[in-house]
């Protein structure tokens, strides 16, 4: 890390409860829609991965949503004035080889953000959709999922923050980069030591995103 950066290792490993932090969406969507109501049982009751099909309130050409549980072990760390959020994130999967990790928490304030906006898609540039933010924001919320690929690939991250301005009002959007802190960014990471995230090209969206696996 850069100096300044301060990185701790809080044990001991917490089962279960880390699995819930990158499936708490999907956990909230499946009860929302009806479908596979008892996922968050199914998590906190055993280990590996557990395919969710039943119900009708999927669209028919959805995949079957697959959730997979592991321990894992909670990291904070710190970021002083002036160092950039998303590659420090990025330098902290490499340099601690985090093959699966989301974001618990972050605190802080910025005095500048690239993010992209909603309206982007496959169809248009991302660049006709990104802006740069340059003022003093604090940090409201930071979530998402990082982590190094096999056989030494680059780490990779898709991060989504939210961020309040003097008058408080909230912008928001998925981190192209550029965040510059202003006076700090305390982080709480989880790493999921079960689990290994992947980035793969989604015909269906263009993107590359998400595949979770075991390791």
Do not use: W
Request: hydrophobic fraction near 40%; proline fraction near 4%.
């Amino acid at each position: 890390f850069e100096r300044g950066v301060g990185l701790h290792i809080l044990r001991p490993p917490v089962r279960g409860v880390a699995a819930m932090v990158v499936l708490s969406s999907l956990a909230v969507s499946a009860v929302a829609g009806g479908i596979c109501g008892g996922l968050v049982s199914s998590l906190l009751g055993r280990s590996g991965a557990t395919s969710c099909s039943e119900g009708t309130g999927a669209a028919p050409h959805a995949r079957d949503p697959k959730s997979f549980a592991s321990g894992g072990r909670f990291l904070a760390l710190r970021l002083g004035p002036g160092e950039e959020l998303k590659g420090a994130l990025l330098r902290c999967s490499q340099d601690r080889g985090l093959r699966a990790a989301a974001v618990v928490s972050c605190v802080g304030s910025l005095t500048s953000a690239k993010l992209r906006m909603a309206a982007a898609d496959r169809d248009c540039g991302a660049e006709d959709h990104t802006r740069l933010y340059t003022e003093r924001f604090e940090i409201t919320s930071l979530v998402g999922t990082l982590g190094v690929g096999s056989d030494g690939a680059a780490p990779s991250c898709h991060l989504h923050i939210s961020l309040s301005d003097k008058d408080g009002r909230l912008v928001g959007g998925h981190v192209v980069g550029e965040c510059r802190v202003f006076t700090t960014a305390e982080v709480v990471l989880v790493e999921l030591d079960e689990l290994a995230f992947a980035r793969e090209h989604d015909q269906a969206t263009g993107y590359p995103e998400l595949s979770i696996g075991p390791r």
